[in-house]
């Protein structure tokens, strides 16, 4: 469903790119673990080797839920994103966290 955005963004980028999925991996696209976007990207940063990772925006206590969806399956997706990002972060990588006033 990504697909009109990739074609219509991609080309505006000029360095290297690491395409990723949260499905099976294929054809250089990659998949380096996560649940939400978010941790998705953590888990990117840790991949790539960052030592600090600072997410803003991350409410996993009061999530604002989408119209139309439920909200507990979002407050679900917000505690494995919680446990992927806090619980198995490794002792050397530094997160600090600020919510979105």
């Not at 953590?42 to 439920?70: E, Q, S, T, W, Y």
């Not at 399956?73 to 446990?83: P, Q, S, T």
């Amino acid at each position: 469903d990504n697909i009109p955005a990739l074609e219509r963004y991609v080309p505006w980028f000029t360095g290297p790119l690491t395409p990723t999925t949260q499905g099976r991996p294929f054809d250089g696209v990659y998949n380096f673990g996560g649940f939400t976007d978010g941790d998705r990207a953590v888990m990117l940063a840790r991949h790539f080797g960052a030592r600090m990772i600072r997410l803003a925006g991350f409410d996993f206590d009061d999530p604002r839920p989408k119209a139309g969806k439920d909200p507990e399956v979002k407050r679900r997706k917000l505690r494995e994103a919680r446990r992927l990002i806090w619980d198995l972060n490794p002792g050397d990588v530094v997160l600090s966290a600020q919510k979105y006033q």
